[in-house]
T-cell receptor, first 116, second 111 residues
Framework: AQTVTQSQPEMSVQEAETVTLSCTYDTSESDYYLFWYKQPPSRQMILVIRQEAYKQQNATENRFSVNFQKAAKSFSLKISDSQLGDAAMYFCAYRSRKTSYDKVIFGPGTSLSVIP | DVKVTQSSRYLVKRTGEKVFLECVQDMDHENMFWYRQDPGLGLRLIYFSYDVKMKEKGDIPEGYSVSREKKERFSLILESASTNQTSMYLC??????????FGDGTRLSIL
């Protein structure tokens, strides 16, 4: 069975600095998606970034980028120029591409604080 | 934009009550999901549905049931609420292999 691990329950970063959130996963499949979701306090969970396993290039969305290491089964999220609005719970997630209703497996989350 | 609406943000119920949590999406998505979110455990899948009247058990279905009579609506039912079902409940929907869209969540307290 697939698992997703986030080893940092809490992290903090100074405003305008860069922070990296770690995620590792375990799977025997070769074709899958990886996601980072953001859940601000008392607000809706939203997708930050998505990576398709067959793509070598790391995904980037504005200040958010990933370091995808397929062989190491590692998928870290880098947030550059951190802003107060980045404070949230961040979840790493995995989904197989076999069928459209495959389950999404979520990690336990990392709570990120941004210090002014 | 996709809108996933959960009927209540906060709900307080008593043990033994039958509890209904409602979720409606407005984008004709075939897939709908119910998760439970607890600190340190992330999101755990309770049930999901990939079509009207279809349902599949997730990882923690015990004590819960679901109903999907119309494509846009997916209901989670706690048959006889217990205190260990106090949690945040999240509904999500998706189309094909596209990412899931989430509702705001329902914080349920069972007293």
């Amino acid at each position: 069975a697939q698992t997703v691990t986030q080893s940092q329950p809490e992290m903090s970063v100074q405003e305008a600095e860069t922070v990296t959130l770690s995620c590792t996963y375990d799977t025997s499949e070769s074709d899958y998606y990886l996601f980072w979701y953001k859940q601000p306090p008392s607000r809706q969970m939203i997708l930050v970034i998505r990576q398709e396993a067959y793509k070598q290039q790391n995904a980037t969305e504005n200040r958010f980028s990933v370091n995808f290491q397929k062989a190491a089964k590692s998928f870290s999220l880098k947030i550059s120029d951190s802003q107060l609005g980045d404070a949230a719970m961040y979840f790493c997630a995995y989904r197989s591409r076999k069928t459209s209703y495959d389950k999404v497996i979520f990690g336990p989350g990392t709570s990120l604080s941004v210090i002014p | 934009d996709v809108k996933v609406t959960q009927s209540s943000r906060y709900l307080v119920k008593r043990t033994g009550e039958k509890v209904f949590l409602e979720c409606v999406q407005d984008m004709d998505h075939e897939n709908m999901f119910w998760y439970r979110q607890d600190p340190g455990l992330g999101l755990r899948l309770i049930y999901f549905s990939y079509d009207v009247k279809m349902k599949e058990k997730g990882d923690i279905p015990e004590g819960y049931s679901v109903s999907r009579e119309k494509k846009e609506r997916f209901s989670l039912i706690l048959e006889s609420a217990s205190t260990n079902q106090t949690s945040m409940y999240l509904c999500a929907s998706s189309f094909g292999l596209e990412p899931q869209h989430f509702g705001d969540g329902t914080r349920l307290s069972i007293l």
